[in-house]
């Protein structure tokens, strides 16, 4: 008797990166999946909340509230954390040193680069980006449209792009306005990513680099 799930297949499965990411597309500032689904990603600043006073804390705290209150969709909040590369800012301070005449300056400069460096070693220098991203299901495309996804698990977007991009915006920019204008009585600012960015942050997270290594560019 042949037990199916310990015999050998008779053919290698093969299966690229590419059948493993969701991404289908991203057109016209918004990222299309191929279940039929969309997204919207909006960057915020950052907010030095230790530095308020008490007062000025209060108020950030009451609005953060009315912010997350006032949801009616869901919204998912990213903070991705990376490993910052400070050889090109050492490289600025040597150079500027070679233009530094006043020896007073030349051993504040000196200390300055010092405590940069031990600082570095001792514990390493996150740079944080802040996202809300903001989805489009597929059941949003409707009953019919959807029950069309589940008969097909394709590499590609089983619906014409121009109809995703249609409901996927009407259904979008009003909630992503609805950020902007909550978030600005945070005091934080938020924008949209445009494709080009939305293409290289997507680069970078499927492709981690390493710091201090240069990605080598082929033609």
């Known amino acids: 008797m042949k037990i199916p799930f310990l015999s ?5 499965l093969y299966s690229s990166t590419q059948d493993k990411i969701p991404i289908a597309e991203i057109i016209h500032d918004i990222v299309l999946f191929k279940d ?3 997204a919207l990603i909006i960057e915020s600043t950052s907010l030095n909340f230790g530095l308020l006073n008490e007062l000025e804390q209060d108020a950030v705290i009451a609005s953060y509230a009315g912010l997350l209150n006032s949801f009616n969709f869901p919204v998912q909040i990213v903070v991705r954390s990376q490993r910052k590369d400070i050889t090109n800012y050492l490289r600025f301070l040597e150079e500027a040193k070679k233009k530094i005449k006043n020896p007073k300056l030349m051993v504040l400069l000196n200390d300055y680069q ?6 570095v ?16 299901s597929k059941y949003e495309l409707g009953i019919a449209k959807s029950a069309i996804s589940f008969s097909k698990k394709a590499s590609f977007i089983p619906f014409p792009k121009s109809y995703v991009l249609k409901k996927a915006r009407v259904a979008l920019y009003p909630k992503r306005d609805h950020l902007i204008r909550q978030a600005r009585r945070l ?3 938020l924008r949209q990513l445009t494709t080009p960015e939305l293409i290289e942050l997507f ?3 499927y492709n981690p680099q390493v710091p201090g290594r240069k990605r080598e560019t082929r033609f």
């Open 8 to 12: 050998t297949p008779d053919k290698p």
């Open 36 to 38: 039929g689904g969309a």
């Open 114 to 119: 010092k405590f940069i460096t031990e600082s």
């Open 121 to 136: 070693k001792k514990k390493n220098v996150l740079s944080k980006n802040f996202y809300l991203v903001v989805p489009f």
């Open 187 to 189: 005091g934080v600012d």
């Open 203 to 205: 680069y970078h997270i």
